[in-house]
Every structure is written in C-alpha cells, then in structure tokens.
C-alpha cells in the first residue's frame, strides 16, 4: 500500500500541467460575440400567431433566439447554393 501512494504522489509531480487560456483572449472572445447590432421587424397577426404556436407547442421560450436561428440558417444555406466559382 505505501508503494502505492508514493507511486501516486510522483505521477502527480511528473504531470505536465495544462497551460491556462489568457484572460485576454477570453475578453476579446467574448467581445466578438456580444451583439450590438440591432434590429426590428415587423410581424402581422398570422405571423406572430404562428410563431406563438411553433413557441408553446416546442416549448421555446426565447424568441429572438429562434428568429438568430432561422435567419442565419436561410442564409447559410442560400450561400452555399449560391457559392461563386471559377469557371
């Protein structure tokens, strides 16, 4: 059993320990993905009804989260169909 420990206790001396992340590349991480472009749109009754339902019946409580979605995956996907080519 004393083997044992004493095996335990130089393994944890011999660790390589794993450098930390700099605390400035994590501020200037989070600073790139705050969001501080605003905007606003403009929903008719059908719309928002719709969204309401998609909301309750999913159980999504954070909209502007599903319209961030929604958009960018349109538009992710529209440029990749419409990627430019060479020839």
Known sequence: MHVLTNTCKAL???SKKNPA???DFLDKQRASLRRTHRQVIYLNEKE????????RQFKIS???ALYRQA????ILAGLD????TLF
């Open 21 to 23: 992340v700099s605390p």
């Open 48 to 55: 928002l009804a719709a969204i309401d339902e998609y909301c």
């Open 12 to 14: 944890k001396r011999n």
């Open 71 to 74: 958009i960018m995956e349109r």
């Open 81 to 84: 169909q419409n990627h430019p």
């Open 62 to 64: 954070a909209k502007s």
